[in-house]
DNA sequence: TTCTTTGTTGACCATTTAGTCAAGTTAAGC
DNA sequence: GCTTAACTTGACTAAATGGTCAACAAAGAA
């Protein structure tokens, strides 16, 4: 019934590399229906408002990063190896982004969330709830350390909040730096904080 | 020699309330006026555009922030005692900056700069040029401490790095939450990423 | 074939926005 | 009190922006 439209999906697509590139607020209805070459009144037939744009791109990205997620923080693989992988995945990822497009990205979501958290609410909440869930991946691994007597972290959602802003701080800075080698140090960081003995690969 | 006037130093007030309450993309000039009081003609007189204001309003604020970093991290003071002042100053100024308009401001250099990396070079290079001083405070009382035995931190640069990211993330984290309390972890966090042995007040 | 639903298009409107300017006002210095 | 540099003002323009709409096109269902 109808015709078929890949338009929707291009919107999306459209406005996650606009905001990329430069801001939420800088990204006009116009540029996304430029880049994306739909035009303004199929922008319309399908969203709200830049808004209702942006949220349901969220959501798309989401849905397409969790089993990704599901599968670096399967609770079959060791706790400490979940995190080691999210590390390495992630940079990986921002390497191809890189390459993609000239610049680092960092994470979008706690940059737009920075960006957005007075300005709309449906957004903000949006990122709030998707955070949250990176947030849940990270306290469950060293939850999981804690019990295998591998970290002593009795406090674990206190320390995935230390993992958490150390991790997205740093994204966030080689952003600005447009420098992916503070990434490398991720891993480490995070080691540290975590309080795990550091593996010196010659001395071992 | 004619007439003096505040007009520049309220525009620069403005511009800080309204990035820090809105974001940098969705300021308009207009609204800058409004704020301040300051009718366009009289913006365009001192200044030749918001890229060109915001770059002043960033100068002068670090300006007023140097003497109390300095002091802050004064050699005189033992490293990491100049760390812990720094989260308590920063708690401190992130509970008057609540109650002053209701939201968590966070790290507006932080926030800022992620936000215009990709699109103002001006701002983009004066966020970097102050982060950089930031770093410069860390890691020098980062090596003072392992100087001093205090912690075992051979590479300052690469653990200031850490504490860096970490800070500035838990600061885009209480923005983004609106919640001061996740900054009342920086210490301890901070801590754990030198890998100080946790003081217990209790057992001690 | 024809009907109906879904999607497309370009023209259109009202506001907002950045930026200009000539004429006016104020105060410091002579 | 006069001059002049420093500042102010409001009215203006051109362009960008968000948003609407009626007419049109395509594709599946009857």
């Not at 015709?3 to 540029?31: C, N, P």
């Not at 942006?54 to 190896?81: G, N, R, V, Y």
């Not at 320390?159 to 701080?169: L, T």
Request: proline residues 2%; glycine residues 8%; contains cysteine.
């Amino acid at each position: 019934m109808g015709r078929s439209s890949d338009a929707k999906e291009r919107l999306m697509d459209a406005v996650q590399e606009l905001i990329w590139h430069g801001s939420y607020g800088s990204t006009t209805i116009d540029q996304i229906c430029d880049k994306s070459g739909v035009k303004k009144g199929s922008f319309y037939y399908f969203f709200d408002s830049k808004c209702d744009l942006a949220a349901a791109a969220l959501d798309d990205m989401w849905l397409k990063k969790k089993p990704e997620m599901d599968a670096i923080f399967s609770p079959t693989t060791a706790p400490l190896e979940r995190l080691k992988r999210f590390c390495d995945e992630g940079y990986k990822r921002q390497v191809e982004l890189k390459a993609h497009c000239g610049t680092v990205r960092g994470c979008p979501l706690f940059t737009l969330g920075a960006e957005v958290c007075n300005q709309d609410q449906k957004l903000h909440n949006k990122i709030k709830e998707i955070l949250e869930q990176y947030h849940k991946y990270m306290e469950s691994a060293i939850r999981d350390a804690h019990a295998q007597g591998i970290i002593h972290a009795p406090d674990a959602a206190s320390k995935a909040r230390m993992v958490f802003a150390y991790g997205e701080g740093l994204l966030t800075q080689a952003r600005i730096v447009n420098d992916l080698e503070v990434l490398r140090e991720m891993h480490e960081g995070i080691m540290g904080i975590l309080g795990v003995q550091k593996v010196t690969k010659k001395a071992a």
